[in-house]
């Protein structure tokens, strides 16, 4: 008898490996769920000859049991191969899952939110856990390293399990650590104990390496497992890289040599200005060896009275004021443009530059900000000016006591603000875990608003305020941007402090022509609720000079509801030796009724649109730009942004070229529509033809 072909090891393997199976992959089935059936194709025949010697006959009876063990090794070996390529399977739909957990991780990492990360790691390590209770009850990491010998994919499955538990369980010690960042790191800058948050966040840098070390390592695996292209690992590491760097970035502000300031603008709703409102005081923050070694709480007024610099301010503040100073220079709509304007006049008062005093960034906040802080810590009790300071009445006893108290008479208007602030920030520092908790979900809601922005030189911590949503940056519009942009900014001009009771509604009716022609019709309506006050200042005319922020190319129709205003200069500037911003000049177009310019990408209309106290007033304005060719498919891309502080409600109503729809509402007509809007509402609409 011919003696039957031999099969090598990896031979074999490979017949068991194509032999169909009729059972359905992992990724069919629910995950953990073991199949209920288990059938084998038989494999390729295998013939076992003995040969036989002449004038001898084997026994039957051995024979018999070779056949035997062999067919039970082949079964078992069977058994754990079929088992190896589940565990593959296994594993594949487990890695996408954690990635997926991972990805919610890194949403909550960049809302201030390290416990919600901390949660989606502890899903991954359960997920983990549950293919790790598989893989050990059959003892299969042991066998896949066995087949590793012939299938190096094999091989990598149990360094890859373990590489994606180290991750996961290295992940959730840094949430912990960045948890305990967030909520004990404001008590110990202020309590002295800076030294332990520096230690910390080191220990947290260390451990993000260590983290991006594994990050490369899971890509390269994934790839090799074929079943994931390991790029949500390089997601993972490039948001930890940029992590690491706003670390480094608070770590030289916090650990930096000598003292570092940052200053804190408290902005005034009541009297609104491009980026949020009227500075009329700030802090400035000192820091020293991680501690914070001063708030100092000050008029604006200060370092504007020691300010040597003759800079023109703005054209429509020139009746009001001779100089720019910092308690006018947040005209800039854009945050990051104000906020470096005010720190150069800061910077440039002999308050700071005398002492080679630096600022390494800013933090604007309203009075919204403030009230939430008093809803959580309680109302305040100041026995020197006999007040009692809680969430409703905050604003309006700081605003009487600034304007006739008796602080004035010694030229210290804002005095009561230096006896409060410290009082807050005991209280702040001295806050339970439930309070915590309750004052980040509202910092959250504050940053989403624009109620807080915030500007830092450093780029690393820029970058990340900027990905947060906190930079109060206009938005850029992309290349070949199709479109619409809305932003309605207002800056009161010696109006009192009536903004607080002023009441605004934008209403934008938009349609697009068969030729691609965008017209706009806006209406902006204002009420001014300022009558019902005893106080001067809130019944005061709100005097209003509006821009209108939109794509450049619009051109204006019609205005109606606006008025010319003549503002004089109190002095000769180009005798009196003043010079001009450059940024400034930027912004600013030909005088007239109606101002047409640029400003952060956008073309801008300005106007005067002032309302008397218990009237109501609305400012239409007609608007066109050519250009948008539409077609099947076509994306548009509406972008609009709210000015901080402002109480203003938003209506879009939008209407299809002929012919099309709107793949969102299936009709010619989209609709969108809110009252309390967030800092920024981006739509996407779809044209389909009908």
Do not use: C
């Not at 439930?434 to 608003?449: P, S």
């Amino acid at each position: 008898m011919p003696r039957a072909p031999k099969k090598n090891v990896s031979g074999f393997l490979q017949d068991i490996k194509h032999s169909s199976v009729s059972l359905p992959r992992a990724s069919e089935r629910p995950f953990g769920v073991a199949p209920t059936k288990r059938v084998f194709s038989a494999p390729k025949k295998i013939v076992f000859v003995k040969e036989r010697t002449v004038g001898h006959k084997a026994p039957f009876k051995t024979t018999r049991v070779f056949t035997i063990s062999a067919l039970a090794g082949l079964f078992i070996a069977g058994f754990f191969i079929f088992n190896i390529f589940n565990l593959k399977d296994d594993f594949t739909a487990s890695a996408k899952n954690i990635s997926a957990y991972f990805a919610d991780a890194k949403v909550a990492f960049l809302n201030f939110n390290p416990s919600g990360a901390k949660a989606s790691f502890l899903e991954a390590g359960r997920e983990l856990e549950s293919v790790r209770n598989k893989a050990n009850r059959y003892k299969l990491f042991e066998f896949s390293k066995l087949l590793g010998s012939f299938a190096p994919a094999f091989k990598e499955i149990p360094a890859f399990f373990g590489n994606l538990g180290q991750f996961s369980e290295l992940a959730f010690k840094i949430s912990n650590i960045s948890e305990r960042l967030l909520r004990d790191g404001a008590r110990s800058v202020f309590n002295g104990r800076g030294e332990y948050l520096i230690k910390d966040i080191e220990m947290l840098r260390t451990d993000i390496k260590t983290l991006r070390e594994l990050s490369v390592t899971l890509r390269n695996q994934t790839r090799m497992l074929a079943d994931m292209n390991g790029e949500d690992y390089l997601a993972m590491d490039i948001e930890l890289m940029r992590i690491d760097e706003l670390l480094g970035g608070i770590l030289s502000i916090l650990n930096g040599p000598g003292e570092r300031h940052i200053a804190i603008f408290f902005q005034n709703p009541s009297e609104m200005r491009p980026s949020g409102g009227f500075i009329g005081s700030y802090a400035d923050v000192v820091f020293q060896n991680g501690n914070i070694v001063k708030f100092d709480t000050r008029d604006i007024y200060d370092p504007d009275g020691q300010l040597d610099l003759k800079v023109i301010p703005p054209r429509q503040m020139q009746s009001l004021t001779a100089t720019w100073g910092a308690r006018d220079a947040n005209w800039f709509f854009n945050f990051p443009t104000s906020a470096q304007k005010v720190l150069y006049f800061l910077e440039k008062s002999k308050m700071y530059s005398e002492r080679i005093i630096t600022f390494d960034g800013a933090i604007a906040v309203n009075a919204n900000v403030v009230k939430d802080i008093l809803e959580v810590v309680g109302p305040i009790d100041v026995p020197e000016y006999d007040l009692v300071i809680d969430a409703e009445n905050f604003l309006l006893e700081i605003q009487e006591e600034v304007r006739t108290g008796r602080d004035r008479q010694i030229q210290q208007p804002k005095k009561i603000l230096k006896t409060i602030a410290p009082i807050l920030i005991k209280r702040l520092v001295a806050m339970n875990e439930t309070g915590q908790k309750e004052l980040i979900l509202k910092i959250r809601e504050r940053v989403a608003k624009k109620d807080i922005q915030a500007y830092f030189r450093d780029k690393r911590v820029q970058n990340f305020v900027l990905r947060s949503d906190a930079a109060g940056e206009v938005f850029q519009l992309p290349s070949g941007f199709f479109g619409d942009y809305l932003a309605v900014v207002n800056a009161n001009i010696a109006g009192g402090k009536t903004d607080i009771f002023m009441s605004q509604s934008i209403d934008l009716t938009s349609s697009i022509d068969a030729s691609g022609r965008i017209r706009n019709n806006l209406q902006i309506t204002r009420t001014h609720d300022g009558h019902t006050q005893k106080q001067s200042w809130y019944r005061a005319l709100n005097q209003n000079f509006i821009k209108i922020f939109t794509v450049p190319g619009f051109k204006i129709i019609s205005a109606q509801g606006n008025h010319a205003k003549t503002v004089k200069p109190q002095i000769d500037y180009d005798s009196a030796g003043y010079v001009k911003d450059p940024d400034l000049e930027k912004i600013e177009g030909e005088k007239g009724k109606i101002e047409i310019s640029n400003e952060a990408g956008k073309t801008t209309f300005g106007t005067w649109f002032s309302v008397e106290a218990g009237k109501t007033k609305t400012l239409e304005i007609d608007y066109e730009r050519e250009g948008f060719l539409p077609s099947d498919g076509k994306i548009y891309q509406f972008v609009f942004e709210k000015q901080s502080g402002v109480n203003s409600s938003f209506k879009l109503s939008f209407e299809a070229p002929p012919g099309f729809r709107w793949h969102e509402s299936n009709s010619a007509f989209f609709t969108y529509k809110t009252d309390n809007p967030n800092g920024r509402i981006i739509i996407h609409l779809t044209l389909i033809k009908s």
